[in-house]
Each structure stands twice: as C-alpha cells, then as structure tokens.
C-alpha cells in the first residue's frame, strides 16, 4: 500500500507539471501582445521593440517556460507587467483571502451536503428525497453569479441584512470578515452543497442495494446500525472524491462569485489580469488554481487507498 | 398445533407492487431439527419463501397474505421491532454467494458476532469463544485466528463456511439455506453439504433448504417441496417425491436428472480433418501463468469439452483462443493457418470464423437493442449485405434456434433466460463460424432449459457441422454432448481423450475425485462418499 500512495502523490506532481506546461502554452497563443497593451495604440515600433526586449519576450518560448518554472520552484513569480509589483507579494493575501471564503463555505457546506445526502438516502422515494432531488437540482442548473445575484436583491436590497460588497482589508476582525463574507459563502454553498448531496445520496444507495446490507438486516439489527456499521464505511471511499471534488470546486470556482461580490480573492486577481493582458500574473493564478485541485484531488484518491480494506488488509 | 412446531407459513402470497403475484398461497411447516427441501426453477418463488419466512420482502415486493409464525408467535401483526428480534436470533439465513454476503470492510468475527451481541444473547466473549467453537465444528484453518481475517482474505469455499457459522451464532430455531452450496465446485461443495448437514444436525435446528438441484437436496431433506411459478405443485417425504413422484412436473424435473445420469454417449465424427489445434501454449496475467502447457486439437463438426474446477484456467484457454489474452509461448492454429496472439492483429475473417457464448446471457445482449439489431450486426459486420438481406437471415437464425421470427423487433428484456441464450447461440452463428467457444452456457440456467439449449447445440451442430469448444464445471453436461473431453487442473490438462474413456476406468485419480463429488439422486449418497473417504 505504501507504494500504491507514493505512485498516486508522484502521479499528483506528474500532473501538475504538465497542467504548468498548458497554461504556458496557452497563455502564448493568446492574441494580443503586453507591449502593446501596455505603450498603448501610439507605441512606435521601436519603443515596442526595447520594452519586448527588456521583458525578455524577444527568446524563445521554452527557454522563457523553463526559467519560469525554475522562478516559481523556488517561490518566485515573476514581476507583474502592469503595475512592476512582485507577484507573489500581490498573490499570497488574496490566496488567504481566497481560501478563508472557501473554508467558510466548506465548513457549512460539507456537513450540510453529505449529512443531507445520507438523510435522503434513507428516505429514498419520500416527499423529503423527492424535493431535495428537485431543489438540488436547480440549484446546480443555474449559474453562480445568477445565485448570487438573487442572494443580493433578497438579502442586501429587500432585507437589508448584509452587505452587497463583500470588502474585507487587512486588520479587520474575524468576527467582522465572517459577516462580509456572508452573502458570497452562501452563494458558495448552495452550488457545492446540492452537487455533494446528490453524489452522497446516489453513492449510499448503491451500498444499500448490495448483498451484504440486506444480510444486514437479516441478522435483525436496526437500521441505524445497518447504515453505521455496514453502509457508510463502504460508501466512504466515493463520498470523499466527491468531496475533495467540490472542496477544489470551492477554490476555483470563486472566480465568478468574487467578481460578483468584489471580493479581494486571487479570482478577481486573475480576472483583473486577463483584462489588462498582463500574462505572468494570469499564468500564476492559474498555476495556484491547478495545485489546489491537483492536491486535494491527490489527497482524496490517497484517502481512498487508505479506507479500501482491500488495500489495508491485503492477503 | 404440537409444540415443536418451529416455522409456519399459512397461506403465504407475496406480490410485487404493481400486483404481479410471486407466492401464492404457500403452506410450509417445519418441526424442530427437520429440513424440508424447496425445489423449483428460477423464478418460481423459492427464495422469496425463505425471505418471507423472516417476514422480509425485497425492495419492489410485499408480503401481502397469509400468516408466518414462529415458535408461536405471528410476526405479520408484530411490530417493526419484534420482528427484527426474530430476525438473526429465532431464524437466520444463509445466502447464495458468500463473497457478496460479507461486508468488504469488517472482520469475519465482528459479523459473527454482531447478531449475538446486539440481541443481548450473550455478551461479546462468549460469543467470540462459541464462533471459534462454530469455526472449528466447520473445520476451518485455525478457528482461533480465523475470525480476525477480512472476507477478500479467505476461499469461497471457507467463507460459505464462515457464513453457516454466522447464521448459527444466536443458535437459532430455524435457519434458512438459499442455494448455499450453488456457487461452489463440486469438490468443495459436498464438503460443505455434509458440514452443513452435520451442524444442523448437532444443534437440532431446523432448515429450510432452498436449491434448484434435486440431487443436492436428496442429501440433506426429509421432506420435499416443489414449487413452479409461486405455487405449491407437490409436496412429500424427500423419498417418495424423488422416486415416485406424483404430478407430471415433478416427473419431468426428475426424469431430467435421471437422464443427465444415464446418457449415451454420442459418437465422435468420422471425419478428423482438425479445425483448431492448439500447440504447447501458456499464457498468463501479469507475470502469473494462468494456463501451461496446453496441448490438443478440435475436428470440424466436434465437440470437445473442457472440465474443470473455478481457477482451473478453462475460461482463460476459452479467451487465448479468441485473443483476449495474448499466448506467451506455442501456436494456435485455425485450419492449419497459425492466428495471431492478439485480436487486434487478426484479420476480420479469422475473427468470424470463431464465435463465443458467454455463461450469463443477461450481460451477454445489450439491453437498449432489438434482437434484429443484435443478431444482424455480425452479419452486416462480416458480410457487408444490404439491409433487407440483413433482415432476412435474422429471421432464419432466429428460427434455426427454435425461436418465433416475430421476435425480431423484442429487445432482451422480454425475453426467459432460455430464449437469450438462444438468442446468443443465434448471434454466434450470425457469423457462419467453424468454432463456437460457448463458456458455462448452460450453467446459469434451470435444468429444464439448460436440456432445451443442449438440444439446440446438438442439432445445430448436425445441421451446420460447426465445431464446439464446451467449457463446463458439470460433468452430466459433458456426458451428453462432448465427443471428447479434456479435464483440467490448475492450469493444466491432466487428461484428454474420448469422453466415453474419460468417464470409465482407469481414471486419473483427479477425475476419479471429480466424479465422485457429482451427487446423485440417491439419498444415501453423500453418507456413501463420505464413508469411502475415511476409509481411504
């Protein structure tokens, strides 16, 4: 087993170097050039030619892949066209920023999801698993931003309860950025929650329907128990891919949601940098966002090795 | 009513939800320490009975009349939470497959010892010391470490054993055995059977044993049920319903066994011109072999047959031959041209000349298709016709294997288990093969259907000419369609030869084994066997 976990967290990196490779390469072959995003329409063919030059685009493209690589392996960045400012230095509070809202909605999220995707498990058929499955439903139809939105006009306009601008700086108290970061958490949770519920719910009643439950039951224990003892361990292994699956969902997916809410997150960062053309910084976020997935994916399939009986209890 | 009355069901009828009956009206009673056999095809509500008589019904059925009671108590007008105290402590059950029984994730001791312990029978030390006294009773590998293993950790054969030691752990009154010895080997499965029957024996419960094989059942049973679509058809000491049985349909299903045991043997073809020859071939997975070296040829127009125990490496000849699993060493040839290891280097004809039929037709057929799109896919595939020619010749392989042409636009779903099978035998041929593989074809049918399919393959065989590769683990099917058998044992063929030599003195003491584990109908068989063991 030991191997099999080693062979995943290698696999883990593998990938992340190639996803660095992908964001390189597409941030290439984008239009546009920064030079002239920078000097603007005017720029006279030399100027562009020196400010090419000192950037260090006039080399070729591997070479420029490599020494960035080489950069962030060692927490360097790189410098950011547009403002001159170091990346990393720009990056780290929003990530914190970032991940303080993903927590947020993954503390109210996951308990909320699994929990509830066990609860209609267990009453499979009823009204309650019935409305879950519709409400769960919408609500991984409609597009986040559409969410929060809603969330805004009901709870920022009509019942003026929180704020619609979701501005936290640096100093602020935990109790405060809990209450800014309200309405975007929310938006957060009712996307990753209804995804989590629906996963959780399918892959117990799976477990439910197999041999060893109805044996279960059999043996004349209740059905608490049977789900305790004999159904979740088993479901263990699907409910925490999906989970990690939506944790890195909650990471990512706050591109969007921080925009809507003007969140200071490494999303709107990113957003911000597309706009303005200013490639090393897109390319870091991007490379941010990849190894929060990357790496809870890993630790999920890591996780997975680690309930499966088989694997613990080899022959 | 005596006393020692442990299980009655009056009038018994169970339905599914939307009103198909599966029981109807059922009378069962079981004293104490006595086994009444259940005997019927599939779906003739066997397994339901012994379900109900837990008052359980699987998701989409309901008990729906009738009374069941136990040691005197009605469980239909109990509470939820009585009836679970019946459940695993008064009457418990043993099921089909063990692998799938046990859950993956706890030890072979907690699930033993999770009846007793939560129903308050005995606190937990006693119950672990009676398991290993269960373990030891079953002769298993160390009964006192046995328990502390996983299922994926123990053989078939010990974890339907472990299983019987589950069902006993709260001693219960009654226990139900559903096919408990149906997905084992022969050899291992009288082991079984004789332990089964001793325990039971030794702590005076009673049983419900449920099985559609008449000659298992003539070991264990005092008395004798047979049922057919959810009804009783006739019920008797196990004896008397075994040699002189009442009604025409118990006659049938014993007369079908009695023949299985006296069969001519049919004879080898003439011609020996070989269609496939197979030639020091090993194969393996990873880098275990699986099959070493394998030496034998099939005439055209032959059945040649392959025996042998689970693991004995006959499905994978059955998928070197095809392909699937590449040969490391040897050749194989079909018509004296040597075939590629691999199947995706074979040429499309070489591939059509070689056909399989699986053991479970139900996987087997794709069920979102028409039997028209099933059965005319190989034969556009290989033959490239226009449709209407398509359409044409599935119309004539549907009714080569005995089935109405209007079947053409059914899908599998509306189709018995018999009629797939026909269904791939009629794919298979789509392909105008000289080699059909058929893998357990008959195996996961009842026996009246699996002589139905026999029959089929032996005259397609007659009509067509086509060659027969028959992997088999039951020996009664051997005897009535092989032309020559191969017996194989870990891998290898430890004899081979025509299947009339095979089946008579002098045996190679492997298949002398093998042979004597088949039970007969005969209710002192298994104490025959046994005894002949001892003395050995």
Redesign the interface.
Known sequence: MPRLIATRAALGVLTLLAVSAVIFICTQILPGDVASAVLGQQATPESLQVFRQELGLDKPAYIRYFSWLFGVLHGDFGIALTNQRNIIEELWPRFLNTLFLASYAAVLAVPLGVGLGILSALREGKFSDRFSNIVTLIAISVPEFFVGYILIILFAIDFPWFPSLATVFEGMGVGERLYVATLPALTLVLVVTAHMLRMTRSSVLSIM????V?????????RS?VIG??AL??AAGPIISVVALDLAYLVVGVVVVENVFVYPGVGQYMVDAVSKRDVPVVQACGLVFAAVFVGLNTIADILSIIVN??LR?P? | MSDDLVLHLEQLKVETIKGAVLVDNVDVTLRRGEILGLIGESGAGKSTIG?AS?A?A??GCRITGGNIIINGTELRASTAAQR??????SI??I?Q?AA???????TLMEQVC??PV??GVMPRAEAQAYAVRLFRTLQLPNPETFGD??P??VSGGQLQRAMAA?AMSCRPDVIVLDEPTTALDVTTQIEVLALLRDLIREFGTAGLYITHDLAVVAQIAHRIMVLRHGKMVEVGAAKQVLEEPATPYATALVNERRESEHIALPEPPKNVHPVLVIKDVDAGYGDVPVVKGINLSIARGETFAIVGESGSGKSSMARVVVGLLPRWTGDVRLDGESLSPALPQRPRDRLRRVQMVHQMPDVALNPRQTLAEIIGRPVGFYFNRPRSAIKQRVVELLQLVGLPPDFVSRRPGQLSGGQKQRVCIARALAAEPDLIICDEPTSALDPLVAEEVLKILRRLQDELGVAYMFITHDLGTVRRIAHRTAVMLKGEIIAQGPTADIFSPPFHPYTERLIASVPEMDTQWLDGVLERRTLQ
């Open positions: 329907s197999t041999p060893y109805e044996m279960a039951f059999l043996k004349g224990l209740t128990r003892r004999h361990p088993n009986p088989r209890h022959r | 379900l837990m359980y699987r998701a679970r105290n019946f459940r695993g402590k418990a059950y099921a497959s799938a029984s046990f859950n993956p994730a706890m999770e009846a939560t129903h293993r996983y994926h950790q589950m």
